[in-house]
């Protein structure tokens, strides 16, 4: 469990008081991962599998975002040698489990198992504040965009077309299901540098956008950006989207998540697309699916592919953090900013034609996404000048990841960008 007291919005009480006493509503840190895949989609394992060792390594959230669907309804998977399920594998998942747990049917000479809906494993693994799991799903367009919808209580659909259009249309369904439901939802826009990628222009077209992964363990989506596609790195996108976007939204926040978008759990390396990668730190009231989304939705969390931070406070004049520091590793946090007045000019990227590199994004001035401020301190703080538009904060240690996306990944943390009046 993590009972650290986090504090975001409810500082200033207790210090008018003199003491710390306890908020009567006490806030709890909860770890979290909202991207994950199982034999319901394209992921080499059973649901439950995945939900115990995510439950086992102290996490306390977890959510399935399966391509295209809700894990609902009758689904049988082939059990053969070679496959992602294999007469091994059941055997394993009934010694798991139990005997009785594996639903097994015979139709000609398929063998197939049933996999569990999400009922069946929220029954199963859901315990009263430690662990919780709740519906997801990556609504995705192949060979286009995905985008990861949380709560949702129907299948949106994947479909075909211009990207800022796709996101947009995505985006409003799910605003549509949380109007509909009355259930708070929301929709993280995913690996943006993966494949063709999603442009920061297209980024910047949708009305809306809320979320986006700064961070996705999955191997082939370049977080740290592709230079020959003219991508830049997720920071970059956060940092330019966040900029230019308060030049006509005086309140526009983007939130970076860090997620696994895990696929294999039976091979466990470099290259794989194993789960334990990068999660998000929510600071909720309790453990249940409304605290945490609309803890999300204030911005109350931050991103980790290590790093575990607490005491966050944003108070009007300032940002500052601890970071739970593990002995022996440095820690560098880098506040950063833009700030007011910045250069909005933007070029495209050229081929050595002369010609526009398609599906790149743009180039924006160095005025954006300014390192504000540098520190080795593990309680930084950073007090506002007054012409930043906002600030945010990413702390990068000197401790390599354990199994990490590519070789030499740093563990780092995301604080959320606060804007300054
Ligand atoms: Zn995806
Ligand atoms: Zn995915």
Known sequence: MHRELGIFFRLTIP????????????????????????????????????????????????AFSEHHVLQEGDKYFSIMPDSYLTPADVEEIKQQFDEDWVEIKQEGNSTRMRLKTHEELKKHFDEPGKFLLFPAEEITSLG????????????????RGDYAVLIQHYIDQVNAQRQQYGLPMIAHVNHINFSDGVTTEELLKLHGLEFFEVYNGHPAVHNWGNAGKGMPATDRHWDVIESMNLLTQPDYLLYGVATDDSHEYKAWEVGKSNPGRGWIMVNADSLDTDALIRALQ????????????????????SLSFTIQAKEGVQYKTQFIGTLKGFDS???????????????ASHTYSDEIGKVLAETGDTSPRYAFTGNELYVRAKIVSDKLQDNPFADGDLESAWVQPVLVK
């Open 298 to 317: 204030k911005g109350a969390f931050y991103a980790s592919t290590g790093v575990l931070l607490d005491n966050i406070v944003s108070d009007g004049k």
């Open 15 to 62: 210090l008018l008081l003199g003491v710390l006493a306890p908020a009567p509503c006490e806030a709890e840190w909860y770890k979290g991962v909202t991207h994950v895949h199982s034999l319901w989609s394209d992921g080499d394992t059973a649901p439950e599998v995945i939900a115990a060792w995510y439950k086992e390594r102290g996490y306390n959230f977890a």
């Open 345 to 359: 000019r933007s070029q495209p990227v050229l081929d050595t034609a002369g010609k526009p590199l398609p599906r």
């Open 144 to 159: 286009g965009p995905h985008v990861n919808a949380l709560n949702i209580r129907e299948a949106i659909k994947g479909e």
